[in-house]
Nanobody, 126 residues
Framework: QVQLVESGGGLVQAGGSLRLSCTDSGRTFSTTTMGWFRQAPGKEREFVASVTWSGGNTYYLDSVKGRFTISRDNAKNTLYLQMNSLKPEDTAVYYC???????????????????WGQGTQVTVSS
């Protein structure tokens, strides 16, 4: 069973950095695509980044390219999102998601992800 728990959110000034972590207590982490999504107040949930099961392919929302880095440690069943040069518009609840499926491909569509964490708040002050 997949159970995702995010951590690392908080309040940071514009230009600062945070690293989010997501730990999966299940047994399928190392064989499935993982992603980060976010949802700001009054807005729809949007894709931020994804990484395929081996870590070989990563995808990013255009507005975070060059600032955010997604990575994974399959030995620790942990997904990361390193966020640098944060902007107030990055303020949102950030969700970790597991696509499910054996060696699934990358995807930016939330409907392709079967498992979700509870979310962690990231607030960037100007």
């Amino acid at each position: 069973q997949v159970q995702l728990v995010e951590s690392g959110g908080g309040l940071v000034q514009a230009g600062g950095s945070l690293r989010l972590s997501c730990t999966d207590s299940g047994r399928t982490f190392s064989t499935t695509t993982m992603g980060w999504f976010r949802q700001a107040p009054g807005k729809e949930r949007e894709f931020v980044a994804s990484v395929t099961w081996s870590g070989g392919n990563t995808y990013y929302l255009d507005s975070v390219k060059g600032r955010f880095t997604i990575s994974r440690d399959n030995a620790k069943n942990t997904l990361y999102l390193q966020m640098n040069s944060l902007k107030p518009e990055d303020t949102a609840v950030y969700y970790c998601a597991a696509r499910g499926g054996y060696k699934s491909g990358g995807s930016y569509r939330s409907q392709d992800y079967a498992y979700w964490g509870q979310g962690t708040q990231v607030t960037v002050s100007s």
